[in-house]
């Protein structure tokens, strides 16, 4: 699915092993020469900032405003334990 521009969002009880087969994907299954992988954990004190923070530092800026992967890259995020955090006040 990845493969065909999908996005994918995987849900299902604890301890189904979700977390150990979407990390085995992204380090063994894509090839680095075509995607890169950023994976990360929410927790209830993730902000959006902080999220935002991670994204943005494996990402390469192309002019003002405008950042993306690596030249000919796509990139994968695996966000683990989404459900985490508290709803921010804005």
Do not use: C, H
């Not at 990360?40 to 004190?45: D, E, H, K, M, Y």
């Not at 902080?50 to 494996?58: A, L």
């Not at 405003?65 to 890259?73: A, D, E, H, I, L």
């Amino acid at each position: 699915l990845i493969e065909k521009g999908y996005n994918i969002l995987i849900s299902g009880p604890t301890g189904t092993a979700k977390t150990a087969s979407i990390q085995g994907m992204l380090l063994q299954g894509f090839s680095a020469d075509s995607y890169s992988t950023n994976a990360f954990a929410f927790s209830a004190q993730t902000t959006a900032n902080q999220t935002q923070d991670v994204i943005d530092g494996k990402l390469d800026k192309r002019k003002k405003g405008t950042f993306g992967p690596p030249p000919n890259k796509k990139m994968l995020v695996f966000i683990d334990d989404l459900n985490m955090p508290f709803k921010e006040e804005y």
